[in-house]
């Protein structure tokens, strides 16, 4: 049975009055007793994920885990919220609004993406991995790149920071979106970014000693989604990897002892652009520009061929005997 989210019950002690303060978030405040949770979708280290109702449509809550979360945290989970509320683009998880009653139960709502993560739909299609490169996912690698360029291209630049296949979300269409912003940060010329975060198969070697590192470590992220489109595994196909410490992961891939894997059918251009994406100098990667351009130059190749292929099996399957001239 659908349920409210948060209860109308009396803030304690001001803890709503810093919220109320912020213009900003009050002005995409939504009326909690509209959103009614159906269910539990995940949780994660920070936050759990519901399905939810608003307005008669789906949408997703995600709130913090932890009830008693620190000042900070809840800081940082207002901060991406506001930065969520800011973004539009299609190829962008869709910001609808944010619900409180008290501090402590902040939770932002987005749209609700049918398909789940990418992930998952890897997880669940791995015999489709030796179907090759459907324009299928031709089109989600081209989604995921123009979110980058959007994201890229903001002022100042954004850096995702955590961009794997479980951040990226689809619909029913199979149309995908970037989701999960909670390590997204401005890029700021005046001042060095060195923290680790980030999922370790995913993360690019810049990240880990304390190096500077740039909106190229997205790329790097990207490149190693491709091998996952491609193979429908996880990243390097190690079983034990992800269990590892994250400078033994990088250390692993920086020395060559593991690679990323590719099926014999995937093709070139795209085991060669993934290459170029996790190309261990940042300089030698291409950026978000050059690979939209790539992947919008490979979707329509396919779509040719796709068409040609229709006009053939079309032609095909008239009467025996009949011949098709073009005069």
């Known amino acids: 049975m659908a349920k409210g989210l948060v209860t109308n019950e009396p803030t304690a002690s001001g803890e709503e009055s810093v919220l109320w303060q912020d213009e900003d978030l009050s002005r995409h405040r939504l009326d909690a007793s509209m959103v009614q949770v159906e269910r539990l979708l995940g949780t994660g280290m920070y936050g759990e994920v519901f399905l939810a109702t608003y307005q008669q449509q789906r949408v997703v809550v995600k709130r913090l885990k932890d009830r008693n979360s620190s000042r900070q945290q809840i800081q940082q989970f207002v901060n991406e919220i506001k930065m969520m509320a800011n973004f539009r683009f ?3 998880v869709r910001f609808i609004g944010v619900v409180w009653t008290k501090e402590s139960d902040v939770a ?13 739909y890897l997880d669940s299609t791995k015999r489709r991995a030796r179907d090759g490169w459907t324009m299928e996912k031709y ?19 954004m850096i995702h920071r955590d ?18 912003f909670g390590t ?9 970014m060195t923290a680790e975060v980030g ?26 989604i491709l091998s996952e489109l491609d193979t429908h595994e996880r990243p390097f196909r190690t079983d034990d990897l992800e269990s590892l410490d994250p400078v033994h992961v990088i250390g692993s891939v920086i020395s060559g002892s593991v690679q990323l894997c590719f099926l014999p059918s995937c093709p070139e251009n795209i085991r060669a652009l993934s290459i170029r994406c996790t190309a261990l100098d940042p300089a030698d990667r291409p950026t978000t520009l050059e690979i939209a351009y790539e992947q919008r130059r490979l979707l329509r190749v396919e779509v040719q061929i796709s068409r040609s292929l229709s006009r053939l099996s079309q032609g095909s399957s008239g009467p025996r005997g009949s011949v098709y001239l073009s005069h």
């Open 108 to 120: 932002v709502v987005t749209e609700y993406m049918a398909g789940g993560d990418l992930r998952a």
């Open 163 to 180: 961009l794997k296949s479980c951040n990226v979300l689809l619909d029913g269409e199979m149309n995908a979106v970037l989701s999960d």
């Open 184 to 192: 997204t940060r401005e890029v700021d010329d005046s001042s060095t």
């Open 199 to 224: 999922t370790a198969l995913w993360m690019a070697p810049e990240f880990f000693g304390g190096r500077r590192y740039d909106q190229s470590a997205d790329i790097y992220s990207l490149g190693v």
């Open 139 to 157: 089109r989600i690698a081209l989604d995921i790149a123009e979110a980058l360029v959007y994201l890229h291209s903001l002022d100042p630049p």
């Open 90 to 92: 299609p190829k962008i």
